[in-house]
Every structure is written in C-alpha cells, then in structure tokens.
C-alpha cells in the first residue's frame, strides 16, 4: 500500500473546502488550507456517529463526529499521531460540550462511513454497501492506513471488478448497475490508492467506453447532488489511451481471428460468411473503428448450419472463447501493472 499522503501534523491544521454537490465525489488527495478555529466551531453534530460518552470530536466538513480517542488511535497510525499531537496545538478553549475537536480535511459522508465502519460492529464493509460508500471507504482507509478496511472495501468492490475473467463475465448483470461516472471515479479512486488489484479490470471497461467519453469525461449519476462531470485523472486517461490500439489488434488478432485471419477451411461459402461477419462487427462501432477483444460476440457461435461449415462453427467458438482468455492475461501489461499473479490478492 502507498503511505498516506499527509502527515498527522500536516492534517492537524486543515480543513475542508469541498462543496456539498461532492458528496458521492470525494477528492483522491487532502486539499489542504488553513484552519480558522471560529470557523470550525459552525459544525451539527451528526445524527448517524454521535456517541455521548465518545471523548473526542472530529469535524468534517459542517459535520461533527464524537467517538472514541483510544479505538481510533488503535486502529490507525495516523489517527494516533493526530490524537497525540492535540495537547500541544488545540487552540484555546476549542472543545464542546467538555470533548476537545479535531478538525479533518474529508468530506463528512465519507468520514461518517470510515467511522461507522471503524466503531459499530453491526456495519459490514461488503457489496451490500452503496457503490460510491465502498470508494470511500477504500479512499479514507488507505489515507489513514487501515488496512483491514481498505481490504475489505477492495474485496467488496472487487463484486463488480474481479481478477478473473469468468468472474468479470458474470458481474456483468452488476456492473450494469453502476453509472459511467461512478466507474470512471472508481478508476481515479483505484490508482490514487495504489488499489492494483481493482485497477486491471475498471480500466479494461473504460477503454470499452465511447471515446469522447474517455476524452470530455460523463456525466455523474443520479446519486450524486447536484451537475458533475466525472473526468480521468491524467495517469488513467493516458493509459486507457495508450491500452484502446492494443486491445483493438488482440480483438483482431487473438479473440476474433478465426473471422479475419484463418485460413483452416476454405470452402468459398465460409470465407465469404466469414468476410460478412468481419464487416458486421465493424459497422456500428466508435468512429476510431474501435473492437473490443472481451466482447462475448455470442451470436457468432449460434450461427446455423446453413451459414458455416461445423469445423468453422466449432472453430469460432473456441477462437472467441481461447482468444478472450489470452487476452486476459495480457491486460496487466498493457496497463502497465505487474501479472494477475501479483494482482489477485489484494495488497494492504
């Protein structure tokens, strides 16, 4: 796992800037400003982690949060050198209600979900949870170096993205479920957490994505408040990019090569139904012609008798089936991350 990119001291004097309209959208790194402690007394206290005996409060954003100094300091590093250095730097009577404050840079959603997940045994980190609360999870997690719930929410949205192409196959029915922009977050949330094992797989959808959506960015979903256009960050819009040619000529050359480049049969019925086929997938496509190598292109493998020979019907269905698995394998490297090997179990 990647260190946390703030410090205790550093997170110690910030705020949050982070309008409302984010919530579902939190930033991938701590905007980090100048606290005014008259500022950071105009908080509600939240309705949903709100422990009355709770010894410390967190605020976050217009939210604050009372739990328990001795469960956050066990349970992060971070939040342990945050705690330790109050004595010396709280400013003078910044306390409520006799529980000195702790001011925190985070969007209060997110924090509210991290210290739910942190306090209260009853709340299970699992792909019951709303998909953008997993990002969160995932994103605070790695930010305060919890690495029990950073595993956690990585397996769970591994749900929708899994390391394995069987699997990536089945979740289809899920994924459908999710907007562009909240995959196109998850990508951005993925590699700014070092999140390896969700990255191969979010990335290989987006490359399947129109191109001007890749490009401009989409619009975020109905769950989040307010209009938000969800954008790559640069390293994931360069490396869907560089991925779309490659993956294009293993469509051609690996999944779908039993259409454009084999010559085991050559009976002129066959070659000629295989020369429509090849223009059929072409037409419709993005306008850079792109062809997508783990498509299912399931009709191709129910086509009748009368149309292909039963060596060219068996053929392509073992060349689609072959062709994806190969392609598989090779997803790492085209996004420039190690093999499946070292990806398929989560890293804390």
Known sequence: MAPADSTGQDLLHTTSSQSDADVTRPRS?????????????????????????????????DTGFR??????????????????????????????????????????????????AIHCTRFV??????????????????LYRIPHLRLRAILALQHYFPPTLDEWLN????RQKLSASDIFHLANVARTTDASALLVSVLTWCAGQPLDHILEGVTAGPRTEGPH?????????????????????????TTLQDVFISISCVKTRCLL??????SKLIEGRETDGFLNPLWSYRPLSTLHPQVLCEMCRRELTQSVETGSRCVWEKLPGIFGLECWNGLETPSV
């Open 67 to 116: 739990v328990y100094a001795g469960i956050l300091s066990e349970q992060s590093p971070v939040f342990s050198e945050l705690l330790s250095e109050i004595p010396g730097h709280t400013p003078q009577n910044a306390t409520f209600d006799g529980s000195p404050l702790l001011w925190l840079p985070d969007h209060p959603k997110e924090m509210q979900y991290l210290l739910k």
């Open 29 to 61: 790194e701590s905007s980090l400003t100048s606290l005014s402690p008259q500022t950071a007394f105009q908080f509600q206290p939240s309705a949903e982690v709100w422990y009355n005996d709770g010894t410390i409060i967190l605020v976050a954003g």
């Open 229 to 253: 256009v969800t954008h790559f960050d640069q390293i994931n819009l360069l490396a869907v990019l560089r991925a779309r040619p490659q993956l294009h000529r293993l469509a051609y050359s």
């Open 273 to 278: 139904m295989k020369r429509i086929l090849g």
């Open 171 to 174: 979740a289809k029915t899920s």
């Open 125 to 142: 980190v699992d792909p019951e949870l709303d998909f953008n609360v997993l990002c969160g999870i995932l994103h605070l997690s790695t």
